[in-house]
Every structure is written in C-alpha cells, then in structure tokens.
C-alpha cells in the first residue's frame, strides 16, 4: 500500500485478482502512519523491504493481536527485528482496516496456493537432490514463507540455533502464465518450481563456496566484476563481490543442472537456452551461457561417485582462464 510499492510491479504483484481486491479494500487507509512510515522506509533504503517482510514471520495474528511467535525472535539477517518497533501500529492499522475480515474472506486463495506449493512443487525432491549434490551439507528442515503479492524479489535465510538449523524461503506464488501451456504439466510444476529452488540453492551452494573463499584462482577471477556483469544492470546492482557474484552464477546454473536429471533432452534443448538469455539479457550476467555450457558438460561427464561439490575446483579453474 505504500506509495514506494504501488509504483513498483517487481516486488508486488499487480495483476492480480487478489491485488485488486486488496487497493479496493485498502486504499481508503493509504494516508495511516504505519504506510506512510514503511514508505520512508522503503525509500530511503531498498534493502528495507527485505528486511520487513522476513521478519513479520516472527509474528503471529491473532484476535486483532500481533504477538510474538513462541520459537522466533528474529527472520531477517542480522538477528535484529526490524519489525518490533512498530508492532502496535501494525495492530492499529489491522484494526481500523478490518484486516481480519478481509483476510477470512480470501482464505479459499490462500488454501489453494498452499496446497498447490505442497503437493506440486516436490519440495522434497529438491531438498533430496542438493542433499545428494553437497553431502556435506545438511538441515533440519526446509520451509517455504509466502504471499500471493510478492513479485520478483525473493530470499533465503538460515536460522541456527542450539546445533538446529532451518532453511526459510521467502518467495512468489508462482503463478502460471500463458508460454508454460505447451509443455506437460509435470514439466511446468518443475519450471514454476524455480522460484524456490533458485532459494533453496544457496543454502547448499553458499557454503560449500566459503571453503574457496581465499582461493587465488577464484579471487583472481573474479576481481573485476565487469567481465563478468553488465554495468548499470540487476546483476551489478545486487551482487557487488566475488562470492556473491560467482554464487549467483551457481545459482541458475543448478537450475539448468535439474533440469538435465529431470527432463528428457528434447525439453531441456528448449529451457535451458532460455534461462542463459534471462541471465545474460535481463539480469545482465554477461557470461552466464558459457558457464551454463561449461557447468552442464561437466555434469553430465563426472565421475560416477562424483558430486557437484566435489566439482567446484574444476569450475573455480574454468572461471579463472575467462578473465584477463
């Protein structure tokens, strides 16, 4: 609802049903401090969004009450709560907006895209293949945080506390559109799928990428971040050092990675040309196809007890005669 949010159709949704009926129910209350103060907030920072909409999962509604989960004190990184300071004004505004009502009367929405997030997206199944993929990385759960608004910015954080670790994806509903419709439906969920598999990733690709952090092939590969990302683009914008350039890298790269385990090669000669020109053309990783053709011979050539982690020196190698 915030001036920063209405005039931004990434980070929210606004082709949908559901966003028209929440400006129809919710504009009248535009102007409330809480909006006008998130705004700010909004504005004065980009990464604020992230922030405040990861710890909100530390809170639970009940009864025109925002309480305080019994297991979380903080969602976002950092471990501060961004949110807590304005907790009271976020009742007042449920309040005098009749949140509760408006939320009882979506409830079907929300059902159907919880359900369809759970029985059609395997979640298990991606956690099982980057279990496989990095043996030496495990959680104690994995869980999907959603909301039929979130446009194209997602994220992923860790929680660890006393030895347990938790994965949380913050990400879309991954709503169809009309270009999926000429593939089978199992090929689609496996496609729409992306947006929380490209999350999950990095809780398996991050780590294993921090044992090469001091690595002199990897430092010297990517130390100029130009041969490897367009300037003034999505990719030099939010992925500013070598590490989470070259995670990112990984990132889509898994995507295609999955897709060779998962589809026959008919399907994967027309996806994974299409994820190289998203990640070249619109996100600006200029090098992204010859990584993509690197990374998916490579895997498809390894060793028979061979996994992806064990592949990082000869990726780390790979990137490191690009530059020069």
Known sequence: MTDFEIKDSDQVVHTTPYYTDLRTWFDPYKNEFIVLTFDSLLKKQFWNYFYLKMDAYSFIFEKNHIVQSPVYDSTSWGGENVLLPYIKALEDF?????????????????????????????TDGMRDWLSKNFPGTSYNGLK?????????????????NNGFKEVHAHVNFPYSYPQLEKYLSSTQNIIRGNVLFTEYNHAFINPEADKYSNDPKLLKAFADLSQWEQPNSGASAGYTNVMTCFEEYLNWGLVNLRYVDLLTIEEQNKLIPGIDQMMKEGRGFTKFPEFSTMLVDLYRNRGKDQTLADLYPAIIDWCSKQVK
């Not at 449920?94 to 009502?101: I, T």
């Not at 608004?149 to 860790?158: A, F, I, K, P, Y």
């Open 144 to 160: 999907v945080i959603f909301s039929p608004l979130v446009g194209g910015s997602q994220c992923e954080n860790t929680i660890i």
């Open 94 to 122: 449920a309040v005098k907006s009749s949140f509760d009502k408006f939320y009882k009367q979506h409830m079907n929405l929300y059902s159907d895209q919880i359900s369809y997030t759970k029985d059609s997206l395997n």
